[in-house]
């Protein structure tokens, strides 16, 4: 019997070699090699050799989707003038960080809440957690703004924290912090590094949320937060490292490194000063599942594309009658449109789930307007984080009649349902109690001129056209890689 089934396998392996070896001659050497790395660990988790071809095939269809949509936006990339093509993102380096007084204002807001008011809120907040330190020092982290490169005042909490605790520590140029614990019994040990990152997402129903940290609260065993993002990326893990520094019956040395910057580009980690730490192994306390340890690494990048529109020369337009001579101006309709309360998530692990992108739905929305009505953009604002699925989007867009701004209404609800029901599948709840959508009769940048027609279309191709999804994925239903717009 055993016999029978090694040769079963055998023979399977050759059937799955003739099909690898097919592709071999059509593909690249690289993509080979990927291949050859998916199917060795589609075997150690036991998978049949059908299965195995399924999930290459799978893969090999996804990268052959997301070339296609690369191919279709360079291609309307064409049609628009930049000034700078493709340029990887630069963020400005921090300067050294010192302690400061008061707190940075975020958007211009200043605070609302006292110190005093923080503090009690995260007093009755623990009172509905476990008595645990990592929850303690997480209630503090959630009184602080901590938005990427304005870190400031989580830098100045960490180091009253080493302070007090009388620990070295240390701070770079860029504003990341090295703290060092020395061992007590175990001083000999080898040293371990705790390593997370100081910054947070900061995505907020309005402004008046994100200027008093994050109020937080219990609901049915989790932890949520009111108006705004929570924070536990990457403040649990921050909180975690600080309570293992803290505790004593930990014998051996330790490290923990704080970056600045990694939801915006890593540009805390990318400057970190050779040798600065002692420590050989780093434990990286930034994950999403509970009770697993991951050994590897990622990265990304952004490109950003610069675009000087073609716009009208002046904030009229002309409606010509029967002959050239006589014509009139008058002023264009402009209402202004926000798209908001999208699902959204992680563009890194949830990009597979179908998940529809603000900025992407709005470009359909007004692809579809324009088949009908010469709408014109005013301007264009979306997203919230480089690593987040875009779930708002806002615009002002001129029109050239009461009627027109009636049809883009209708076009807007339609379409926007239908994005809806293709992503939750749900198709009796009403929309506006998961997605909103909203119009302004009178916006701001009433001033602006609006883009021309033409240059309008062009933009909204661009919208279409641009890659947005998962690349591939692990055997085991992991993003490896994704493009998200």
């Not at 807001?109 to 645990?132: A, C, D, F, G, Y």
Request: aromatic share 4%; proline share 4%.
């Amino acid at each position: 019997m055993a016999e029978g089934r090694a040769l079963a396998w055998v023979v399977s392996w050759l059937l799955l070699c003739r099909y690898h070896c097919v592709e071999v001659d059509e593909k690249s050497v690289a993509e080979s090699a990927h291949k050859d790395l998916t199917i060795r660990r589609c075997l150690r988790l036991g998978l049949q050799p059908k299965a195995i071809h399924e999930k290459v095939l799978q893969n090999q269809r996804r990268r052959t989707q997301m070339r296609r949509a690369s191919r279709r936006f360079l291609s309307s990339l064409k049609h628009l003038s930049f000034v700078q093509d493709c340029s990887e993102v630069q963020h400005p380096e921090s300067t050294e960080a010192a302690p400061i007084t008061q707190t940075e204002d975020l958007a211009g807001m200043p605070r609302v809440l006292s110190r005093q008011n923080l503090q009690e809120r995260s007093k009755h907040l623990l009172l509905h957690l476990p008595p645990h330190p990592v929850f303690t020092l997480f209630a503090r982290i959630l009184e602080v703004n901590r938005p990427s490169m304005k870190e400031r005042d989580i830098i100045n909490f960490v180091r009253s924290v080493a302070e007090r605790s009388g620990w070295w520590y240390r701070i770079d140029p860029q504003g990341n912090i090295l703290i060092r614990k020395p061992g007590t019994e175990l001083n000999h040990a080898q040293c371990i590094c705790l390593q997370a990152h100081l910054d947070m997402v900061i995505a907020a129903d309005s402004k008046e949320d994100i200027v008093d940290g994050v109020n937080a609260y219990v609901d049915r065993g989790w932890l949520r937060a009111k108006g705004t993002t929570l924070g536990a990326d990457n403040g649990i893990g921050l909180a975690t490292a600080l309570s293992l520094l803290l505790d004593q019956s930990i014998q051996g040395p330790l490290e923990a490194l704080f970056t600045v910057n990694e939801e915006a580009g890593m540009s805390g980690a990318r400057n970190l000063q050779p040798n600065w730490m002692k420590s050989k192994i780093l434990i990286n306390l930034d994950s999403e599942e509970p009770n697993r340890i991951t050994a590897g690494c990622a990265g990304s990048f952004a490109k950003r594309l610069t675009w000087i529109p073609e716009r009208e020369e002046t904030t009229t337009h002309i409606i010509s009658t029967a002959t050239a001579a006589t014509s009139e101006a008058k002023l264009f309709n402009h209402l202004g449109i926000r798209i908001s309360n999208l699902t959204g998530g992680h563009s890194g692990l949830m990009i597979h789930r179908n998940i529809s992108s603000a900025i992407k739905g709005f470009g359909q929305c007004l692809s579809a307007v324009l088949r009908d009505v010469p709408a014109r953009i005013v301007s264009l604002r979306g997203g919230d984080a480089q690593n987040s699925i875009p779930t708002s989007v806002s615009a002002v867009i001129a029109l050239e009649s009461e009627q027109d701004i009636e049809s883009l209404q209708d076009v807007f609800h339609s379409t926007l349902e239908l994005l809806r029901i293709k992503e939750t599948g749900q198709v009796d709840e009403p929309m506006e109690r998961t997605w909103t959508l909203d119009f302004d009769r009178k916006p701001q940048a009433l001033d602006q001129r609006p883009l021309t027609l033409t240059a309008t279309r062009k933009l909204v191709r661009a919208l279409l056209q641009a890659p947005h999804g998962c690349y591939e994925l692990s055997p085991e239903g992991h993003v490896e890689s994704s493009v998200r717009s």
